[in-house]
């Protein structure tokens, strides 16, 4: 934070604050869009009635947002574990080796530039402050930013999963007899195109190269999945 000629703080909104939920949002969308929408086109190649295609489609809303939320809890739960081991032992280790620990912080800031005096000054003045945060941040790469939440993850996930499942799902169910795949398609890939966009502008990246990734693998699973389900639909 710097202070400028009228007095004010300055605070930088940088778009690293907001990968932690960003990355869960975005990938929860996208899947629940692209899983969604190519079994529905799939079953709807099939020549499946409407009333089965939106039944599929509404359980494969339900499982798909326990599924995301299961997975990410469990995946973030096990980084959560990793940390708090390595906090544990950071702890043991500064109420042992004191001296280590602050000569290990030092060489740690000389490798990122300072000086070796300066270098050990502010291994010093961290270490009386805060020797266990500082390790954290410095050594091990934990802070408040990149901290694991694992009911925060697992919920962003569940909840971008359903909305984005739900694009596809009303789209069979809006559409008019006899165009339900291409109606589903094209509501499918505009819905691809606006969370590339969104993915881009939150997350400070470019945008044609966001709607492309997402757009590409949308469109390559709907056809791989709507394929199959002619193919096999034709022949059971």
Same mark, same amino acid.
Request: glycine share 12%; net charge neutral; aromatic share 4%.
């Given at each position: 934070?710097? *202070?400028?000629?009228?007095?004010? $703080? ?14 869960? #949002? ?19 190649? &099939?020549g499946?009635?409407?009333? &089965? ?8 809303? #339900?499982?798909?947002a ?6 990410e ?19 043991r ?55 694991? *939440? $694992? ?15 739900a694009?596809p ?15 589903? #398609? ?19 990246? $470019? #945008? ?29």
């Amino acid at each position: 934070m710097s *202070r400028p000629q009228g007095g004010q $703080p300055h605070h930088a909104v940088h778009y690293v604050n907001r990968i932690g939920w960003l990355r869960a #949002v975005v990938l929860g969308a996208n899947d629940g869009i692209v899983s969604t929408a190519s079994l529905l086109a799939g079953i709807a190649a &099939s020549g499946a009635a409407r009333e &089965s295609v939106l039944l599929a489609g509404v359980a494969a809303l #339900v499982a798909g947002a326990m599924s995301m939320a299961a997975g990410e809890y469990v995946s973030v739960s096990a980084q959560s574990d990793t940390e708090r081991a390595d906090l544990a032992k950071e702890r043991r280790a500064l109420a042992m080796q004191p001296d280590a620990e602050r000569r290990e912080l030092r060489d740690i800031y000389i490798e990122r530039g300072l000086t070796p005096d300066l270098a050990g000054q502010v291994a010093e003045q961290l270490m009386a402050a805060d020797a266990l945060g500082a390790h954290a941040r410095d050594e091990l790469g934990i802070s408040e930013l990149s901290a694991a *939440r $694992p009911v925060q993850a697992a919920l962003a996930s569940a909840a971008s999963f359903s909305a984005g499942a739900a694009l596809p799902l009303l789209a069979v169910l809006l559409s008019p007899v006899g165009s339900t795949i291409p109606v589903l #398609v094209l509501v499918s890939l505009l819905g691809l195109v606006m969370l590339g966009w969104i993915g881009a502008r939150l997350g400070g990246g $470019p #945008v044609a190269r966001s709607v492309g990734r997402v757009l590409f693998w949308g469109i390559l699973a709907m056809l791989a999945t709507a394929g199959a389900g002619k193919l096999f639909g034709a022949t059971i």
